[in-house]
């Protein structure tokens, strides 16, 4: 009975050692993220900052595309989930504030 | 003075009626003497080698691929040098050209021209 008592502290310890241990993301997780940016800079009004954004989002994930410390990885796409809101937010707002003459890179003949 | 002036210029203009049975224009006893497929909702269907052009010529133009080596069996990762970043791109790129949504689970298994080209001419939304 007293064994009992003590087991839910004991399991609470070894629940927040547990949480610490986050495995780092799956590739499905990761390509879906990529992909993710790459269909929200679809919604720029811009033509150039939609430009910017793709380039960005290709070069950033090229480049941490060789990581191999999980920790690291980690980081890296909690940074990346963060740019996303980033970029959705901005589309927002660019949308709001967008010119009234489109870029001449928009307009297909 | 100007918007009169469009008023009488419009008022004057006659534009030809297209004579080509369109759904909405054709009466419904003309239905029988015209084509049997002018009701069909399927008339907009791609042809497959147009699919195949068009997907062709996004490969083609990816930066990082040589246009000489890409024929429509080619495989993005095994033939083309590619790794999974430049699938998902060629992807977003293909589902651009033909105003596609593709799920990510169907866009994970498209590795390939032949299984892209598949995928969109089975696709009924495909424009």
Same mark, same amino acid.
């Given at each position: ?109 | ?44 269907? !791609? ?7 068009? #997907?062709?010529? $996004?490969?083609?133009? %990816?930066?990082?691929?040589? /246009?000489? @080596? ?11 040098? !590619? ?7 060629? #992807?977003?790129? $293909?589902?651009?050209? %033909?105003?596609?949504?593709? /799920?990510? @689970? ?22």
């Amino acid at each position: 009975m007293l064994l009992h008592a003590h087991t839910p502290s004991a399991s609470y310890f070894q629940e927040g050692k547990m949480a610490t241990a986050v495995p780092p993301p799956s590739r499905k997780e990761i390509l879906s993220l990529f992909r993710s940016f790459l269909r929200s800079t679809r919604t720029f009004s811009d033509y150039n900052i939609r430009e910017y954004t793709k380039r960005r989002a290709i070069d950033a994930f090229h480049h941490n595309k060789t990581l191999s410390n999980p920790s690291s990885v980690s980081a890296a796409f909690s940074d990346g989930k963060y740019q996303l809101h980033v970029a959705k937010r901005q589309a927002l707002v660019y949308s709001i504030y967008s010119p009234t003459v489109k870029s001449i890179m928009d307009i297909n003949y | 003075m100007a918007s009169a002036l469009r008023a009488a210029i419009l008022g004057h203009l006659r534009v030809p009626v297209l004579a080509n049975g369109s759904n909405l224009l054709t009466p419904l006893w003309i239905h029988r003497t015209t084509s049997v497929r002018s009701m069909s909702s399927h008339d907009d269907h !791609l042809e497959k080698s147009q699919v195949i052009d068009r #997907i062709l010529d $996004i490969v083609k133009s %990816f930066p990082k691929v040589d /246009p000489s @080596k890409v024929t429509s069996e080619v495989h993005f990762q095994k033939d083309l040098g !590619l790794d999974s970043l430049d699938n998902v791109e060629i #992807i977003m790129a $293909i589902e651009e050209e %033909f105003k596609l949504e593709i /799920p990510d @689970k169907e866009a994970d298994k498209i590795d390939s021209c032949a299984l892209a080209i598949e995928y969109v001419y089975n696709h009924p939304l495909a424009s």
